[in-house]
């Protein structure tokens, strides 16, 4: 198993939701932020979502007003709520996690596949 375990990805008619889990390995420690990337065929990764420590979210244009990023009770936890989900979010989702201390360290998930159907 990876440092990040991601969950929840899976086939939604448009217009429907999902929504996606990450959790952190114990073993990373300090301050970070948490996002979710995504990867379309023949794209590059581009950012979905981020959530940082403090509370600070960022989003994707795209993607405002429907989804939402939150971090979990749990330590190193985030979630993707996903609703209105249109065709051209179908991608493989995956977790990130950037810590804060220097030397920085990056960590991705396995990524999940995500797929909207018209």
């Known amino acids: 198993q990876g440092a990040l375990v991601e969950s929840g990805g899976g086939l939604v008619q448009a217009g429907g939701s999902l929504r996606l889990s990450c959790v952190a390995s114990?073993?990373?420690?300090?301050?970070?932020?948490m996002g979710w990337y995504r990867q379309a065929p023949g794209k590059q990764r581009e950012l979905v979502a981020s959530h940082d420590s403090g509370g600070n979210t960022r989003y994707a244009d795209s993607v405002k007003g429907r989804f939402t990023i939150s971090r979990g009770n749990a330590k190193n936890t985030v979630y993707l709520q996903m609703n209105s989900l249109k065709p051209e979010d179908t991608a493989v989702y995956y977790c990130n996690l950037v810590t804060v201390s220097v030397p920085t360290a990056t960590y991705w998930g396995q990524g999940t596949q995500v797929t909207v159907s018209s």
């Open positions: 114990g073993s990373i420690i300090g301050p970070n932020t």
